[in-house]
């Protein structure tokens, strides 16, 4: 049945992906071997919002709830699913509390479910009340404004609102999006009227049903797949029919809804939708690369060479530093325009849906240039082995290009530039930075192309640079600078080296902000008694302030927690700068990067979709208790 599910969705010319849970790793997409595995075991445990940590800390498998499939679509970035019918409220629920997660899960995760209604064993009013409270859209699908009752068209009830076809939906869907409303929306199907199941004998059969389960004290998760069941003995098969007619009949409509949506997001890319330009706030821009990443994390922790196959996990996911830190800048709420270049192929169109929280609009795409793509290697500690990338389409995003956007970087209150985008590029962007006084943050991206600006005066219009070590003794070896002869062990040997190679790079950069992995961050500017400051102050009190060196430690963390390291430099500086842009004082800047750091580590996506305003923000810093920071002078 799950196949020809994803046959008929095919068809319609949408990508399949069959949530479930095997041996505690969450699957989106799901191979024969791994369906017949769901489908056969006798040890399938129903995995709902309440039941995945255990599940996933146990290694067990399971089939997902609506709750529980909700949960992983739009962490995978799928916004419509298709299923036969939530949960609801049960019959009797005002009495004994028994409302499904899945009521709950609407009202918190902004997923579009296609169903067939609210199984008709349930409270079919009370439900609907219940999802008014929680704040979702429920709209019925075609001619009539009736609320489907799974096995039969009619309940009784009406819907809210209705929506007469596909294209009416996704406009509806996308609205909510575009919103960024935390809901979800319930688009009602009804069972097609030949495969219906007459009212009646559904009704009498569930009330014989019900009265069987009060006798046999069957109640919580077991109760609805015992319902179900009798139901269909009771009604000799037809309840059963009506069941798989109306899962195929939801997967046709749900794949016409994706394939809408699609569509007229990517109008909304070419400019139909968002006017920037009609925005009173300027907005911040990003410049840099886009990339589909490979990660391979090694389960053991010895990795095997000679061409030995080790075991681990594979994962596709969306990164490149301007991609990243755009990202977590519009789920920080700040929405940056970005520039950036990819082909025109499969790997762009699902970045584009991926990044649909984004302003793309900007975005070239390419005939006949691959986008980027980079494979990493993991180690089963998380820390990066190896990277390959091939990124010739970076040299795409030119001064031509990026010259087109003048006015928005001259009115932009931070412009934000990675390494891989070519020499010519950033010395544009220098010479905009000087001629007009922008902010400019440079992510020297790797080792090798951190020294960009650093080949000319370039670097002198730069506000904010944020290299790891590595990269700030590549920057001083260009820059002729002497390097410390053995790299120190001890963090405070480790600090210090690092304060010195950024206090040359003061003498024109307002901050450097040095990343140093498990041991946090260290501030390096000037200060006038107080914190370093993040913005850059007029000459008189730039020569009265004092250069210092602050170190901020780390969040803690186990090495069993962090899954992906690719991302969390970016979600710190992207941190920092909402927090700089929302005019918050330094130290709750820092932490906003490193608590959008944490939720990346733990991430397998670069930039965790878990950052939020309400994740990462000043409230969030002011909860928390701190380790003790550590400032060192620099004169």
């Known amino acids: 049945m799950a196949r020809e599910v994803e046959k008929i969705v095919m068809r319609n010319g949408a990508v399949p992906a069959t949530i479930g849970i095997l041996r505690g790793q969450i699957h989106v997409g ?11 075991s006798k040890n399938v445990v129903k995995v709902s919002r309440r039941d995945l940590p255990y599940v996933l800390s146990q290694g067990l498998s399971g089939g997902t709830t609506v709750s529980g499939t909700m949960i992983a679509a739009h962490k995978a970035g799928i916004p419509v699913f298709v299923t036969g019918g939530i949960g609801g409220v049960h019959r009797g629920g005002e009495n004994t509390l028994d409302v499904s997660a899945d009521l709950t899960e609407l009202g918190r995760t902004p997923v579009a479910v296609v169903s067939a209604g609210v199984k008709s064993i349930l409270d079919i009013g009370r439900t609907l009340e219940y999802l008014e409270t929680q704040g979702v859209c429920v709209a019925a699908f075609g001619e009539s404004r009736m609320f489907p009752a799974f096995f039969s068209s009619q309940s009784g009830f009406q819907a809210p609102y209705r929506v007469q076809d596909e294209e009416e939906a996704a406009k509806l869907i996308a609205s909510t999006l575009e919103l960024g409303l935390s809901s979800g929306v319930l688009i009602a199907v009804p069972c097609p009227q030949e495969q219906a199941a007459p009212g009646q004998l559904i009704e009498d059969a569930i009330q014989q049903a019900l009265s069987e389960a009060r006798s046999k004290g069957i109640t919580g998760k077991e109760l609805t797949p015992f319902l179900l069941q009798k139901i269909n003995e009771l009604t000799n098969g037809k309840s059963l029919d009506s069941n798989l007619a109306l899962i195929q ?7 016409g809804i994706a394939v809408a949506l699609s569509k007229l997001q990517k109008a909304t890319r070419k400019g139909s939708l968002p006017r920037r330009g009609d925005t009173t706030l300027p907005q911040p821009v990003v410049i840099g690369g886009t990339n589909v990443d490979f990660i391979a994390k090694a389960q053991n922790s010895v ?16 990164g490149g530093v301007g991609r990243n830190l755009a990202d977590c800048l519009s789920r920080l709420g700040l929405t940056p325009l970005f520039l950036s270049a990819v082909g025109k192929d499969e790997h762009s169109e699902s970045i584009l849906h991926y990044c649909h929280h984004m302003d793309m609009s900007a975005i070239l795409q390419l005939e006949g240039k691959s986008t980027a793509t980079y494979s990493a290697m993991i180690t089963s500690a998380g820390e990066l082995s190896i990277g390959l990338g091939d990124m010739d389409i970076h040299q795409q ?3 031509q290009y990026v010259s087109q956007f003048k006015e928005n970087l001259c009115r932009a209150p931070l412009v934000c530039i990675d390494g891989n985008v070519p020499l010519s590029t950033i ?22 192309k951190a020294s960009k600006p650093f080949l000319s005066d370039s670097w002198k219009a730069l506000t904010y640079i944020s290299p790891n070590l590595q990269e700030l003794k590549a920057i001083n070896r260009t820059l002729g600078n002497p390097l410390p002869a053995e790299a120190p062990s001890r963090l405070e040997d480790i600090i210090k080296m690092a304060a010195a190679l950024a206090r040359p790079l003061l003498s024109h950069l307002c901050c450097v902000v040095v990343t140093l992995g498990a041991h946090g961050v260290l501030l390096c500017g000037r200060s006038l008694g107080g914190s370093i400051s993040l913005r850059p102050a007029p000459h008189e009190q730039t020569a009265a302030a004092s250069l210092c060196a602050t170190h901020y430690p780390a969040i803690p963390i186990s090495r069993e927690e962090i899954v992906n390291v690719s991302g969390a430099g970016d979600s710190l500086m992207a941190g920092i700068a909402a927090g700089m842009l929302a005019n918050h004082d330094t130290d709750t800047c820092v932490r906003m990067g490193l608590l959008a750091a944490r939720f990346s580590l733990c991430s397998y996506e670069p930039i965790s979709p878990e950052i939020s305003t309400s994740t990462v923000s000043q409230e969030q810093v002011q909860s928390k208790p701190w380790p003790e920071v550590k400032v060192w002078k620099l004169d």
């Open 397 to 399: 995003i030119t001064e």
């Open 427 to 448: 010395q544009y962007i220098c010479q905009l930075a000087r001629d007009h006084q922008l902010a400019v943050c440079y992510e020297p991206t790797d080792e090798n």
């Open 30 to 40: 799901l191979t024969d071997e791994e369906l017949q595995f769901l489908a056969s």
């Open 249 to 255: 009949n939801n997967a046709r409509v749900g794949s």
């Open 303 to 318: 990795i095997l060479g000679g061409g030995q196959t080790n075991a681990g996990r594979v994962r596709r996911t969306f």
